[in-house]
Structure formats: structure tokens, C-alpha cells
């Protein structure tokens, strides 16, 4: 039987087979031992087979081949990855430029890993009804450094509705991941998107300005009311406070960054790796102010994961 994973909760996996049963499912034992170094080695959106036992529940023997993943390093430093989601056509990174700041070496390792795996982001800023007029300012200048860099931006207000209807037109027909630091707003915004819904939300930290769990797993959920002939589905994730690369040579880094990659082509050697060599576009780019500094510090940050032990929380 075939069907595919909706929900995750750590042991189990809830399995929609392709006759439209819901059947809870858990990894057969020696599944695990196939060299998938992963907290998870199956994921939400993955197609799965499964063998049903005489409980009605089933086990996964079999994984799909994938079409694409976002895949970041995981905390636990016993195994290699955590695989966010599988098989997405797109990401909306939700960022806040306060309550709390999402920084900006966060947003560039996310968009990197998403470049490495051909998955679409559109960067969707929330709580601008929260802002100050100078962080509304800060908000502006990072819609159009990532406008210019080629990424799709909206400024939304989960919490007002503000920004939110026009969001939906690009949900269409998609399986898009929700993702983002813990407390930037994603549960409110699925309840604003998927009316019924009503995940649980939390207030921000005071102490440290910081996001709070509330979603302690992931989900793909059904958008009602689509326009479109294909079912629209959000895969809502547990916020994440880093964002260690997976699985990066650092020559294939410069390809991640759109606007690095452009410059890159002038260099004078091909494998620059754009840190002190003579002649090279991107530095000389840089010093004219056409790739922002902040993205250049993000890709030296990425050229440093080689490193043994360079996950750092605070990505």
C-alpha cells in the first residue's frame, strides 16, 4: 500500500494512502540501518510503502525517491540532519524584524540550503503592525536588498490580517513549507490561512525578546476552498533557532548565493574562493557596494561550517 506522510510526532508518522485511509505508522526496524543518518530519516511529504498489520496501524518499509527536501544540521550531534519537509514546491520563510529579529545569517543559510535543493522561498515579513517607524525603515531596506537579489517579499501582519488574503493566490495548487524561528508568527498565520485550524499561539519571551514552541511537530495541512484543481496544502514545522548547513563543499557555496554567483564569473580563477585572491569580481563587488555586506558575512559564515563542530545556535 502507498500513501504519504502528513504528520510526524517523533515515533509515529501519520500515513494518507492514496485511497484516502489516515493510518498511524511506524518505521520497520531495520529501515533505520540503511545509512540514513538522520534525526528523521523519514519526513512529512515523503511517499512511503507500507504493509498494514492486523491492529490497523501499518510499518513503512520503503521511502520514495525524493524530489527535493530542506534539510538543516542537526542539534543532535549524534546523527548528521533533520529533514524539515519533502517534496515541496515552495518555502515561506517567515521573519520578524523584532518580537523577535530573525537575523539575517539566519535568512541566508535557509535561502542557501533552499537554492541547493531548487525549492522557491518567498520571505514573508510579519508583525509590521508591531514596528517602530525606524525598524519599519530596517524592514524596507531588507525587502529590497532580497527584492534585487531575485527572492519574492511580502509584508504581512498575521496578528491584524493585514497582507494575509494576498498570500493565497500563491498557495494555489502548492505544497508550500511554513518555516521560520520559534515566535515569528507562524501558527497565527495558519489560522488567518486555514479558518478552523486553531493551533495553539504563545506570547514572546519578555526576558529575552525570544519565540516559545508551540508547534511540536510537522504537519501538512489541507487548504479549503482552493481555487485550483490541485489540493493546496501547508506543512507546518517546530519553530528552529539555527540553521546549520548540511552537506555543503565549499566550492559549491558560491552557486547558493545568487548575486556572488553573478560576480563570481568575472574572477580571475576558477576556483576562487572569493576570501583574498587577487582579481577576484566578488571581493572588488563587495568593495563597490553591489553584494550587501551582510550577505557576504553569511557565506563566510557557510565557508566555516567545514569546521568540525561549527554549529552555532545563534544562525
Known amino acids: 500500500m502507498h500513501g504519504i506522510v502528513v504528520k510526524n510526532t517523533g515515533s509515529w508518522y501519520s500515513v494518507r494512502t492514496d485511497d484516502g485511509q489516515l493510518i498511524e505508522s511506524k518505521i520497520k526496524g531495520n529501515f533505520r540501518l540503511k545509512g540514513i543518518r538522520s534525526t528523521n530519516p523519514v519526513a512529512v511529504g515523503d511517499g512511503v510503502e507500507l504493509t498494514v498489520n492486523q491492529e490497523g ?33 515552495q518555502a515561506f520563510l517567515v521573519v520578524t524584524v523584532n518580537y523577535p529579529q530573525t537575523s539575517t545569517t539566519f535568512i541566508d543559510r535557509f535561502l542557501a540550503s533552499a537554492e541547493a535543493y531548487r525549492v522557491p522561498v518567498v520571505l514573508v515579513f510579519n508583525k509590521t503592525d508591531l514596528l517602530s517607524d525606524d525598524e519599519r525603515h530596517y524592514q524596507q531596506m531588507m525587502v529590497n536588498l532580497y527584492q534585487t537579489i531575485g527572492y519574492e517579499c511580502r509584508q504581512i501582519s498575521a496578528g491584524q490580517g493585514d497582507g494575509v488574503d494576498e498570500l493565497r493566490p500563491l498557495l494555489e495548487g502548492k505544497i508550500t513549507l511554513l518555516s521560520g524561528n520559534s515566535g515569528v508568527g507562524k501558527s497565527t498565520l495558519i489560522n488567518r490561512l486555514v479558518p478552523g485550524q486553531n493551533l495553539r499561539t504563545a506570547e514572546i519571551s519578555d526576558a529575552h525578546n525570544t519565540g516559545m514552541h508551540t508547534t511540536t511537530f510537522s504537519e501538512m495541512i489541507p487548504i479549503p476552498n482552493s481555487q485550483s484543481p490541485l489540493t493546496s496544502y501547508l506543512i507546518d514545522t517546530p519553530g528552529i533557532k539555527g540553521f546549520g548547513t548540511f552537506d555543503m563543499e565549499p566550492e559549491e557555496l558560491t552557486g547558493y548565493f545568487k548575486e556572488i554567483f553573478h560576480f563570481s564569473k568575472e574572477c580571475r580563477f576558477s576556483n576562487c574562493t572569493h576570501t583574498h585572491e587577487p582579481g577576484c569580481a566578488v571581493l572588488k563587488a563587495l568593495e563597490d557596494h553591489y553584494i550587501a555586506q551582510s550577505r557576504y558575512q553569511s557565506y563566510l559564515s557557510m565557508l566555516d561550517d567545514k569546521d568540525e563542530g561549527k554549529y552555532r545556535e545563534a544562525y
Open 57 to 89: 496501524t501499518a510499518f513503512i518499509t520503503a521511502i520514495d525517491d525524493r524530489r527535493n527536501y530542506i534539510i538543516r544540521k542537526s542539534q543532535n550531534l549524534s546523527k548528521q540532519s533533520h529533514i524539515l519537509a519533502a517534496n515541496v514546491d
